[in-house]
């Protein structure tokens, strides 16, 4: 119904509203990587904080190269699953070093020639509290240069990290915003001054304002959703090669360390939902620009 109401102003004939489409497809289109990239980011940080939670990770001072050392790791084990509220404590084997080290060094190197820390994988009780501060005395008393981490230093700068994109990403969409109702606005008084002697007739035989704004908003309304579903689609476009690109090729490897491009499905609606946005926002903004302008005639 919305594209094919017919409209007494000749508003289609005329090249008002000519680059209002492309303009508004460009701002629905870099909303969209904005709000894409917002999402992937917000659901990476998420997955990790689940990952991480109740989680630790002690490190022991690197051995000599190809020495092995592993009285220090049964020192550290032996602690570890006596202390109340540890769950479990296995040490890393080569086999998951080099999986860790692989989007680094790639998959041909040999471990056990380089003086790499030995890593412990510690859980613990989500619900127990531990004395971590203890924990981490006894360690070090026992293995000198043991350290415990907590990821929670790394995760605290992660989520401030999220906080800072997700903010620039909403600066982007208010930008963004603000430079189409800009563009809604100056097609709309041009068209205004295009038709300006048919609506100065209407407005003197009695048309009503609302009459004649409603004219401008439901063309800046086709405008705005055949602009928007354009740049919708070309952000999906992009958006799905950016995902195909982190999973074949050479990009494999680097890959590894990036978030994966994925989040709720119903997080993604809102994607779809931003032509829709683009369209009442345009036909708002035609709305009033017009009921304003009328306001000046006599």
């Known amino acids: 119904m919305i594209f094919r109401a017919r409209l007494d102003l000749p508003l289609e004939r005329d090249g008002s509203g000519r680059f209002l489409p492309w303009i508004v497809a460009l701002m629905v289109y870099l909303a969209s990587l ?7 980011v917000r659901d990476a940080v998420m997955r990790w904080d689940r990952g991480l939670s109740g989680t630790l990770t002690v490190e022991l001072p690197a051995a000599s190269a190809g020495i092995r ?9 032996r602690i570890l699953r006596s202390t109340p509220g540890v769950v479990r404590a296995d040490p890393f084997d080569a086999e998951r070093t080099a999986e860790l ?29 531990v004395d971590l501060g203890a924990l981490a005395q006894q360690l070090a008393a026992a ?6 981490d907590d990821h929670r230093r790394w995760l605290s700068r992660v989520l401030r990290a999220a906080l800072a994109i997700e903010i620039v990403a909403g600066v982007i969409v208010a930008l963004v ?12 008084r041009t068209g205004l001054a295009v038709h300006q002697g048919i609506v100065e007739v209407l407005h003197l035989i009695g048309a009503r304002d609302g009459y004649i704004a409603r004219q ?18 070309l952000a999906i476009v992009t958006i799905a090669g950016m995902a195909a690109a982190t999973r074949v090729g050479a990009l494999d490897d680097a890959a590894r360390v990036l978030p994966a491009l994925r989040a709720p499905a119903i997080e993604w609606v809102l994607l ?10 345009a036909m708002l903004t035609a709305r009033i620009t017009v009921l304003r302008a009328l306001k000046r005639l006599p």
């Open 101 to 129: 080290l692989a989007p680094w060094l790639g998959t041909n190197v040999d471990t056990a020639d380089l003086p790499l820390p030995r890593l412990i994988d510690v859980q613990i009780e989500p619900h127990l509290e």
């Open 272 to 281: 779809v939902l931003l032509p829709l946005a683009a369209g009442l926002i």
């Open 69 to 77: 050392d592993d009285g220090a790791v049964a020192s550290a084990l």
């Open 34 to 40: 904005a709000l894409a990239g917002t999402l992937v």
């Open 177 to 188: 915003g603000l430079a189409a109702v800009t563009a809604v606005i100056f097609a709309t």
């Open 143 to 148: 293995v000198p240069g043991a350290q415990l």
């Open 216 to 233: 401008f908003e439901q063309h800046a309304l086709r405008l705005g959703i055949k602009g928007g579903l354009v740049g919708l689609v």
